[in-house]
């Protein structure tokens, strides 16, 4: 072998031993702990953010692999089971913030016809968060992307609006902000994140389907106990983890962003929903709703602390791509496996 080629090759693996050692110094430098996620997954997590964001600082790195690791953390995973979803009827005489399902004395519970009818829904597990994704997640998602942060004259005028505050749920200006933001997690995580379905957000909401009304801590509306009673009043948004959880752990499903769920709205889709797993229409439709322009929407579900307090079943509707930032149009991520990934 002669001396150029032994030279090259030394000067090659050279190469190739400064940049695996660039490659460990830098993911070395991420120092993350958690009870839950395992250090091999940190580790890939921290590769993943070196591979997808090699351009950010340091300092954004870092919080982004937290978010990532968090997001594992925060998952409550929920076994699958057969439920009677949409508006399954509430007693016509009921105390409207404490009622108690009794199937012989039954009237509606909502106002809109395409809450029903009821249908027999079989769900596999899924694992949902216990949160809303807040403020902060979503401006470190922004970031990492090189994507300006939401009312940036609004932000300069008003820095300490509840609308920026960093434990508040995010607003969203597209549905697709927020399916991209959980796709993103998703890819940091190499696990399924994505939006929930509106079938899983209600299964969830009703603790694995039960005759319940409101997804607080015992399915009761106790003013500013154990949700926000802020519907005429004070509009703000609470931090996400504000008042007692629901018996599965979830935070907020009841009362505060309302929240983005994947599937497309079609008003008839609960006549002819498949049993399995249903994903909500496959394309979007053109509807017309009441007082509304003939325009293809989204699901939404929950309710907003601008909105009177409304019961778990309801289905509410948005345009995808809405004109300005609407800070109280939020989301909360699932994972679409069935096994728990915490």
Known sequence: MNNLLV????????????????????????????????????????????????????????????????????????????????????????????????PNDICNSTINPYDRPVHKVALDSFSMSKYETSVYEFEHFKLAHHQPLPEPEFRKDEPDHWMFKPDSPTGTQKWQEAKDYCLWIGQLTEKKFDLPTEAQWEYAARDRGKYIYYATNDGTLKDNQNFPRTAFQKVELLPVDSFPPSPLGFYHLQSNAVEWVNDWFDPDYYKHSPEHNPQGPEKPITVSIKHRSPNQYKVLRGGSTSWSPNVVMRRATEKPDLQVHAPKYGFRCAVQETNTIN
């Not at 050279?14 to 070395?28: G, H, I, K, P, V």
């Not at 839950?36 to 954004?60: C, F, G, T, W, Y």
């Not at 692999?65 to 998952?75: D, G, R, Y």
Request: glycine residues 4%; aromatic residues 6%.
């Open 7 to 102: 030279k090259s090759l030394f000067l090659a693996s050279m190469a190739t031993s400064l940049l695996l050692t660039m490659a460990c110094s830098q993911s070395e430098a991420l120092e993350i702990q958690s009870e839950v996620v395992s250090p091999d997954k940190i580790n890939q997590i921290i590769a993943n953010v070196e591979r997808l964001h090699p351009d950010i600082s340091d300092e954004l790195k870092q919080q982004v692999a937290e978010i990532a690791v968090k997001s594992i953390e925060n998952q409550i995973f929920v076994e699958g089971g057969s439920f009677d979803m949409g508006d399954f009827g509430m007693p016509c005489n009921a105390y409207r913030d404490r009622p108690v399902y009794d």
